[in-house]
């Protein structure tokens, strides 16, 4: 269980280690500080229907009720430790799971944790405007809870710096709350993270998409020869499924809202099913292509070093290592990678310990790739004959081997010019942000009300019927 007789809640004994408590606790100023600075705008006196974490057992995990969000209690939740548990890649392969830094390996790990950290916060300040626009209670509610566990996940990190990291950690985590999301003199570490997301479809398109390379990194970190940071891991992805959920029904839902119009109205065009008041599958084709082409270029490049060391090192594995068949040090394994030779596109064999981001950027697609067809099956009953299609990977990427080359949603190689005359048509352009964002005036607040542009879910969150107050203004 987790005890929250303390000012810190957590299950990591904090109430012994009196140093590294009181540092903690000098960081929660801080922290509620950056909360009421950078937080959901104008939130802070809201009553949330709101789950909370109670253990890390996986029934019965978490409670529901209703919380302000400043005194929401976030702390630092580890899955049990399993005695026995080794290595189980790299040259320490079968050595004891390390339950402190190998000095060798700090300064990469400490590097590994503060990139994973500095994620957290920065979809908190993305996503800080969307309550002022929100399209019901119910996702009101779900935006908040995001939130919330984006901000305990940054805790989760800070632990991990603060507790074994000395004087080193406490400065990163000093600088986790300095950097801005977008801040033209101290952006987050990651492009992803300083996109803006004005609008509920970039939320629901950011949740689905950016916040499931957050479940892959996590899942590699998960099998991490530091223990401690592999425990945080695994419960860490407990609460990221929630996330994606948001994100994927979230789409879904304003799909289904735009084939119910389109059907009703007889309406094809993306000029006529606008004026509709819903959003044109067009348009939500080229949300798409922006976010999938954005987040993949979070996995980093096709062959890479640091990768390589990682997994040698024994510090960040594969996405479900154990359950992979192969000797789990890839000494002579090769995987394929893609890059631009002339107007073609051509497979090459590199060494399996360098695609490393490769293979895992593959798995996410895998992954993505079937949430498509579940979207494209809401059109498919809907009698419209439009699909949704993830474009090709080298379309719109800025690192690795595709990075400088203009390579359309299907696989072409163009020239620069003959990309850019086709950009409007595969991108949002200003035009399409700006009626998405049209849709997004004021908020619709009103228990078991919806915006016109999305439907209602299928059920409500924790067996609560639609009409539910999730959110009380005060």
């Not at 899955?79 to 026995?84: G, N």
């Amino acid at each position: 269980m987790i005890d929250y007789t303390e000012k810190i809640p957590n299950n990591v004994d904090l109430g012994r280690d009196r140093v590294l408590q009181r540092a903690l606790e000098h960081w929660q100023p801080a922290y509620m500080s950056w909360w009421y600075d950078m937080g959901p705008t104008e939130s802070h006196n809201y009553e949330v229907y709101l789950r909370t974490a109670i253990t890390v057992e996986p029934d019965g995990w978490a409670k529901f009720g209703y919380v302000r969000m400043p005194e929401y209690r976030w702390g630092i939740f580890l899955q049990p430790r399993t005695a026995e548990r080794q290595v189980n890649f790299g040259t320490h392969k079968g050595d004891a799971a390390w339950q402190e830094v190998p000095g060798e390996y700090r300064s990469t790990l400490r590097r590994v944790i503060v990139t994973q950290g500095d994620t957290e916060p920065a979809s908190v300040e993305q996503q800080r405007m969307l309550g002022m626009c929100c399209p019901s209670l119910y996702d009101l509610r779900n935006i908040f809870q995001v939130n919330v566990e984006e901000g305990r996940h940054l805790w989760a990190m800070v632990y991990l710096l603060h507790r074994y990291f000395g004087r080193d950690g406490r400065e990163e985590a000093e600088a986790l709350l300095e950097r801005r999301s977008g801040d033209v003199d101290n952006p987050r570490i990651l492009g992803a993270f300083n996109e803006p997301t004005p609008d509920w479809l970039a939320f629901y398109m950011f949740t689905f998409f950016t916040d499931r390379d957050g479940k892959f990194q996590l899942s590699a970190l998960a099998e991490s020869g530091f223990d401690p940071l592999a425990r945080t891991c695994r419960f860490m992805l407990t609460e990221e499924a929630h996330h994606m959920f948001v994100g994927e029904t979230g789409v879904s839902r304003i799909l289904q809202r735009t084939c119910e119009v389109m059907k009703e109205h007889k309406a094809e065009s993306p000029g006529d099913v606008r004026a509709l008041g819903v959003i044109d599958l067009e348009t939500m084709q080229r949300y798409l292509n922006f976010h999938y082409s954005v987040t993949i270029d979070l996995f980093g490049s096709d062959a890479s070093s640091n990768a390589a060391t990682y997994y040698t090192t024994g510090l960040k594995g594969r996405y479900d290592e154990t359950k992979i068949e192969d000797d789990h040090v890839l000494a002579d394994e090769v995987y394929p990678v893609f890059e631009v030779v002339g107007n073609k596109i051509v497979e090459r064999k590199v060494p399996a310990l360098t695609a490393l981001n490769e293979r895992l950027r593959d798995d996410y697609i895998h992954e993505i790739q079937a949430g498509v067809d579940r979207w494209n099956r809401v059109m498919e009953k809907a009698g419209i004959s439009f699909r949704l299609k993830l474009p090709h990977k080298g379309f719109h990427r800025a690192i690795g081997n595709f990075a400088g080359h203009f390579i359309s949603p299907d696989g072409e190689v163009l020239a620069k010019e003959a990309w850019q005359n086709h950009e409007r048509e595969w991108l949002p352009a200003p035009e399409d942000h700006a009626f998405v964002q049209s849709l997004m005036i004021g908020r619709v607040v009103e228990p078991g009300k919806f915006a016109n542009w999305i439907a209602p879910p299928i059920r409500g969150i924790n067996g609560q019927p639609l009409n539910f107050e999730y959110v009380r203004f005060n």
